[in-house]
């Protein structure tokens, strides 16, 4: 989407030229080398940490991703006070990042960015730091400023999350920053970056381990001072709801689902931790020493030591915006930089021109990965959502459901693409393991056992997938797979002879009456022979019957 922010002038540094390797004899015989997309990686020089993800391009400014890599490498370490990067830190980070060029080059990288932020902002030999880096390893590094962080962020998240055009807040903890972003769908309302990062605070007060009680209050009050302009802004916005990014969120979030014993499994998005299971942990975090911090589970042994200023930073949060739970996406920067990239250098296929909304977005891409038939997976689209919908009052299913049914069928014959036999489990494998982006975990199985059951045996106590669902869940997918298995029956010969269809339910059975261009027996049996998981669910006979549109 077109933004009002503006965009500064960015130095894109290209990897070395390599010749191109001669191909032998042999393998012109063979199969072609796989051509692929546009690749990028994207550096975020961080005050704690340095992050890279290697990205491949698809269609409508999309991409995948083929790489990620992390390393806690304090590069502001006592810097954000003293204003001067140690020389150590210096070339820890020079050598990751030369090992971070290695890992591009061996993945075909075309373009490379790489961005700093405020601890080389800040500090007086930053700009010493960029000509180092520059001369010893020929990487340009673009030092950006907080209001340009708050902007790539936004972008980043929007892409991500389905936000739609209420209002979300978004926080940024990063180690001398935190930036806080409301917005919608369409456009950022509120761009602000305040000098909170967890490395800053604890540079500036934290002296004593653990945390004294004075430090604390006095912490408690430069952050409540700093951001209480913000947060009435932020309320008179009225986001309605929190994203948080970034690796303080992350590590508090898993901290919450492993307090209780729960597996912290993330699939891209979304995680949330609630008030309540923060509230339990944030009293443990301030009175335990940093040695006993490093074991706490969920928590990066790295983060101990700052990991008490990013709590209190968001216990404020919490208290004072009154929020229920915050989700947390593992969007940040790097995503952000390079969809910027991409926005200002193919205008012409602009991510949102074609599908706006991520998750859809998101199962097209899969699909179109997976060389789907898209007039057949359309067609069974429109025919199983009419059915949804003409029986609402019978299933009393929402939104939520409905969606699901959408990309099940989209995607439910996409396991062609590994193979003919047995292939509605190989949609199920694909949609699992599709590095889908903007569902939840539990998402992911109900969509992918929706389209499993497209065809063959219905759900059994047998199917271990199905049975590790939920009850209701498990009356979900029943109840979509059975409008998607004769939504696929109705397109039998991928035709797209039913035109529409009426839904008409009665004491003695549901009556499905089509619309056809030509004559609809081979729809008629198809859809006949699918009709059993509906029958079972509803207790009803299912008829079918088709009229001829007159032209």
Not at 356 to 371: F, G, K, T, Y
Not at 482 to 487: E, F, K, M, S, W
Request: net charge positive.
């Amino acid at each position: 989407p077109s933004m009002d922010i503006p965009r500064p002038r960015l130095t894109i540094t290209p990897m070395p030229y390599r010749p191109r390797r001669k191909i032998s004899a042999v393998a012109r015989t063979g199969l072609p080398r796989t051509p692929h997309g546009l690749r990028i990686a994207a550096i975020d020089i961080g005050t704690n940490s340095l992050h890279m993800v290697v990205v491949e391009v698809t269609e409508h400014l999309g991409f995948k991703t083929l790489c990620s890599e992390k390393d806690l490498t304090q590069l502001g370490s006592d810097a954000l006070v003293r204003h001067e990067l140690s020389r150590r830190a210096m070339l820890h980070t020079q050598e990751v990042l030369a090992r971070y060029q290695s890992i591009a080059r061996g993945q075909d990288v075309d373009v490379t960015l790489a961005y700093a932020t405020s601890a080389v902002r800040e500090c007086a030999n930053g700009s010493a730091f960029v000509h180092q880096i520059k001369s010893a390893l020929g990487l340009h590094i673009q030092v950006i400023s907080a209001a340009e962080e708050a902007r790539l962020i936004y972008l980043a998240v929007r892409q991500a999350v389905d936000i739609r055009n209420d209002p979300v807040l978004i926080v940024d903890i990063g180690g001398g920053s935190t930036e806080l972003i409301v917005g919608t769908s369409d456009e950022a309302l509120l761009l602000e970056s305040h000098k909170l990062g967890a490395a800053r605070l604890t540079q500036m007060f934290v002296h004593h381990d653990p945390i004294r009680k004075g430090e604390l209050k006095q912490l408690e009050k430069h952050i409540k001072k700093t951001l209480a302009p913000t947060l009435d802004r932020i309320r008179e916005l009225g986001p309605t709801r929190v994203l948080g990014t970034s690796g303080t969120m992350e590590n508090l979030v898993s901290l919450c689902l492993l307090q209780h014993g729960t597996e912290n499994i993330r699939h891209r998005l979304l995680t949330h931790m609630l008030a309540g299971e923060f509230a339990a942990i944030y009293p443990q975090l301030i009175a335990l020493p940093v040695t006993q911090r490093r074991k706490l589970p969920g928590l990066d042994p790295g983060r101990a030591p700052q990991i008490v200023a990013g709590a209190t930073l968001v216990n404020h949060l919490f208290n004072e915006l009154a929020m229920d739970q915050i989700e947390v996406c593992d969007r940040a920067l790097r995503e952000g930089m390079i969809i910027d990239y991409m926005q200002r250098h193919w205008p012409k296929i602009a991510l949102s021109v074609e599908v706006r909304d991520p998750r859809r977005r998101s199962v097209i891409e899969l699909a179109r990965r997976c060389n789907y038939d898209q007039a057949h997976a359309d067609q069974v689209t429109r025919l199983a959502l009419q059915m949804f919908d003409a029986l609402t009052g019978l299933h009393k299913l929402g939104p939520d459901a409905r969606a699901w049914l959408e990309h099940a069928a989209t995607l439910h014959d996409i396991g062609w693409h590994i193979g003919l036999n047995g292939h509605h489990k190989h949609s199920f494998y694909l949609i699992k393991n599709g590095d889908l982006e903007g569902f939840s975990q539990l998402e992911l199985e109900i969509i992918a056992n929706v389209a499993r059951y497209h065809r063959k045996s219905p759900p059994k106590k047998s199917h271990p997938d199905f049975m590790a669902l939920g009850v209701a869940e498990r009356r979900v997918v029943t109840i979509l797979a059975a409008l998607l298995r004769i939504a696929d029956g109705l397109d039998r010969g991928h035709y797209g002879n039913v035109q529409t269809l009426r839904v008409v339910r009665r004491r003695t059975g549901i009556n499905i009456i089509l619309r056809t261009k030509t004559d609809a027996e081979l729809e008629l049996w198809g859809a006949r022979n699918k009709t059993d998981m509906l029958t079972e669910v509803f207790g009803l006979p299912v008829n079918l019957s088709a009229r001829l549109n007159k032209k």
